[in-house]
Structures are given as C-alpha cells and as structure tokens.
C-alpha cells in the first residue's frame, strides 16, 4: 500500500513562497505519474502541477510560472516550489501518485493560506 505525507504548509503574505514536500513509502521512479491538487472550502478540487515518470510536467494556468514541481529519486519525494503567491492560492494542497495501473493514491492534505 502507497503512503504519502505531506509538509511544508503553512501561512504566508501574498508575494512569498512556500516550498512543499511530498513523501512516499516506496519508489517514486514506479509511479507513471506524481502531482499536486488542491481544494478550497466550497470548490472543487484541482490539478495544480503533475510530472510523468518520463520527466514531462504540466500546470494548471493558474499557476504557471510561479510554481515549480521536482522529485527527488533518493529521497523519494515530490516537491512544490511556490513563489509569488496569491490569496488565490489558499487551499488544502494534497499529493497524488498514479502507480503503473493507474490507481490514484492520496495524501493527507497540508494546508496553505495566504494572507496579509
């Protein structure tokens, strides 16, 4: 069974960074794909930012050019690199892992809020 556990969020004023981590409990070079999504109270949940296990990355517009998305083989972690952030931005970030059948595999949240 895949775990993941999140880190790295918290409260930041608009214009700052957050950097998240997502770690899991097993190699992340099988997961065909590794992402973050999001959810803000009352709103669906979203695709942030996804790499595929080629390397390949895609970004919701929301957030291009302000996020970054890398993983770390010897660590077996996923992480998000937020800059410039936007009230717009607050939400429950969850990772996700896609593993070579694609079942989906959920992180326990961490959440970000942005505010002055």
């Known amino acids: 069974q895949v775990q993941l556990v999140e880190s790295g969020g918290g409260l930041?004023?608009?214009?700052?960074?957050?950097?998240?981590?997502?770690?899991?409990?097993?190699?992340?070079?099988?997961?065909?794909?590794?992402g973050w999504y999001r959810q803000a109270p009352g709103k669906e949940r979203e695709l942030v930012a996804r790499v595929s296990r080629a390397g390949s990355t895609n970004f919701s517009d929301s957030v291009k050019g302000r996020f970054t998305i890398s993983r770390d083989f010897a660590k077996n972690t996923v992480n998000l690199q937020m800059n410039n952030l936007k009230p717009e931005d607050t939400a429950v970030y969850y990772c996700n892992a896609k593993d070579r059948t694609w079942t989906d595999y959920w992180g326990q949240g961490t959440q970000v809020t942005v505010s002055s």
């Open 12 to 34: 930041v004023q608009p214009g700052g960074s957050l950097r998240l981590s997502c770690a899991a409990s097993g190699s992340i070079a099988s997961f065909n794909a590794m």
